[in-house]
């Protein structure tokens, strides 16, 4: 990704950074000094600093008062927590979504869900795009819950889970059949409105889903 400066400095630095931290270009640990990147992409420590504290919000870096930031650790441990924290905010999310769908929304949810399905299963299986459609139908479900606060905090987290999918996308790729299981009956639940189904097979998904990160990052 070329670095181009935009109206919004500060986010379009982050979504820079993030891209690199989250492919492997910036490995966990290491640190990222602001006045050598300020020097590199001609911009102020300022933005560079406001970029830093959106990347910590992200969970894709850590700042050390008096000290430079640097990339959240991502071993098999650290994966683990974060997966299980996103995975009770999801099921939270789904929750609500029983409890608040109404029948406008019936098919915007059921076309988000099929954009999975229909990734899941081209000949040519586009990682990337799978989980792009995968964090839409999150934020489809978010829409209609309308909790701005739990919206926010699943969005803080979709970076630091991309960065976990990404690393280990190999093994992701074995698993699209479980994949694919999962939006076909995750919508069955939600539209019988029968939230305990619905959380657990959010829980039951994302613990395989965790099991492959764990599997990638421990090899």
Known sequence: MDFQVPNTLAEQIANYLAERIMTGQIRPGERIQEATL?????VSRASVKEALFT????HLVEITPRKSACATRLDAEHAS?????????????VSRLCERWQEPDRERMLTAVARVVTRVQQPETDITAIVEASFGVM???CEVVNNPYLTEALSNFKPAVSRAYYLSA???RRGLAQTSQFF????EAVLARDAVAAQALIRDFAEHQKALIRQALTS
């Open 184 to 187: 076909t009956r995750l919508p």
């Open 38 to 42: 300020a020097t590199q992409l001609k």
């Open 55 to 58: 990347l910590e919000r992200w």
């Open 170 to 172: 190999d093994r992701y």
């Open 81 to 93: 927590e974060l997966y299980d924290v996103y995975m009770h905010l999801l099921m939270m999310l």
């Open 139 to 141: 934020e489809t479900c």
